[in-house]
């Protein structure tokens, strides 16, 4: 039997992306940027928009992870 690749369409957040690309763990990203860990995964799973969060949550996550605010916006969603 063939193996045949099955492409999925999930959706990560660039949350998620930026801390894997620095190398960091949730609770680590939660201790150097003050944002609670569950709020954190929340995020990163889209059960909550960033693009609503507070300024300062999103300004907190992007000094954390040395990127800009937009870097962390999902401005590609839709329906949001």
Do not use: F, W
């Amino acid at each position: 039997m063939p193996k045949t690749k099955i492409h999925h369409n999930i959706k990560t957040s660039k949350l998620k992306l930026m801390r894997i690309t620095r190398h960091l763990k949730q609770s680590e990203l939660a201790e150097l940027s003050g944002v609670p860990l569950k709020c954190i995964g929340n995020y990163e799973q889209l059960r909550r928009d960033i693009n609503r969060a507070q300024v300062c949550i999103v300004y907190r996550l992007a000094k954390a992870l040395d990127c800009s605010i937009e870097e962390l916006l999902d401005t590609d969603l839709r329906g949001s």
